[in-house]
């Protein structure tokens, strides 16, 4: 049980006078992990079966299950320890998050010839952002305000990337802002539900 969720308990089944109004602040931020968790996990369903569409009718076959697998399986493996053990997790999330704000970042010094190096076998920056972003937000649920300080510049970063590159403002795609706008807005909404 979340500490946030556990105090709600405990103030439910406590008489006392300051109850309904404490209970009523804890509700409000048990309602806004569950709706940004919600949203995360959504948007990483629709977009896992999208990108494994897309990937599967560009390349097909073997070569595309493994293109496909090649970022799926991690992204599961990542968020089932990020739900069971957040605090194991912490360190891969960490360094992931590094590397893909990292890679999203290095669009500005080499600008086009490093972004169509990168884009031949498909939209490989929201690619990277859009599967630590949801393992990051899972984490998110434990550690809310931790999590929403990772998860905002690691969602921001292609789109930063893209913009103040000069060569690259006319590629901001559909993909990459498609790939920023959830794991943003979720982390707003882990931000405003610290406890």
């Given at each position: 049980?979340?500490?946030?969720e556990q105090r709600l308990f405990e103030l439910q089944h406590r008489n006392s006078l300051k109850v309904p109004k404490e209970a009523g602040v804890l509700f409000q931020i048990v309602r806004l992990k569950k709706t940004a968790l919600a949203l995360m996990l959504g948007f ?152």
């Amino acid at each position: 049980m979340v500490a946030s969720e556990q105090r709600l308990f405990e103030l439910q089944h406590r008489n006392s006078l300051k109850v309904p109004k404490e209970a009523g602040v804890l509700f409000q931020i048990v309602r806004l992990k569950k709706t940004a968790l919600a949203l995360m996990l959504g948007f990483g369903a629709f977009g896992s079966v999208f990108i494994i569409s897309e990937t599967m009718k560009d390349h097909g076959g073997i070569k595309g299950f493994l293109y496909a697998a090649a970022w799926f399986i991690p992204m599961v493996m990542v968020s089932l320890l990020a739900w069971r053990k957040p605090e194991a997790a912490m360190p891969y999330l960490a360094g992931l998050a590094a590397i893909s704000i990292l890679i999203s970042l290095s669009l500005i010094p080499f600008g086009p010839w490093w972004h169509n190096t990168m884009e031949q076998h498909g939209p490989i920056v929201p690619l990277i952002a859009f599967a630590i972003n949801l393992p990051i937000a899972i984490w998110c649920w434990r550690w809310p305000r931790l999590g929403s300080l990772l998860l905002f510049p690691t969602g921001i970063a292609p789109i930063i990337g893209s913009l103040i590159s000069p060569a690259l403002r006319a590629n901001v795609t559909f993909s990459i802002v498609a790939a920023v706008l959830p794991p943003v807005i979720c982390s707003l909404l882990f931000w405003l539900s610290r406890d």
